[in-house]
């Protein structure tokens, strides 16, 4: 069964940093790709990064470049996302997902194309 649970997410002053977790289990990271995706309040979702099934093919929004950061660990079937300098806007519930990876070299950042999402963790940037 394809689970994925997300942990990491907290409070934190604006330019602070966090680094989120998405354990998957039911698959290994070689066969699904991940991608992390955030909505706020009366915000529609939006796509901040995705890691290819390979882990050779990572994509951000432009407006979230050289922010965050996608990485992943075989071993422990974990997929993090690394967020720094972090923005009032940067404010949402975030949640991973994944899709089939019969492409080892592609990822999206949009969510239709994602068939298990996990529960969310609440990220929230204040002063």
């Known amino acids: 069964q394809v689970q994925l649970v997300e942990s990491g997410g907290g409070s934190v002053q604006p330019g602070g940093s966090l680094r989120l977790s998405c354990a998957a289990s039911?698959?290994?990271?070689?066969?699904?790709?991940i991608g992390w995706f955030r909505q706020a309040p009366g915000k529609e979702r939006e796509g901040v990064s995705c890691i290819s099934s390979s882990g050779h093919v990572t994509h951000y929004p432009a407006s979230l470049k050289g922010r965050f950061t996608i990485s992943r660990d075989m071993i422990k079937n974990t997929v993090y996302l690394q967020m720094n300098n972090l923005k009032h806007d940067d404010t949402a519930v975030y949640y991973c997902?994944?899709?089939?990876?019969?492409?080892?070299?592609?990822?999206?950042?949009?969510?239709?194309?994602?068939?298990?999402w996990g529960q969310g963790t609440q990220v929230t940037v204040s002063s």
């Open positions: 039911g698959f290994t990271l070689d066969d699904r790709l």
């Open positions: 997902a994944t899709a089939d990876g019969l492409d080892h070299n592609a990822c999206y950042l949009r969510g239709v194309m994602y068939d298990y």
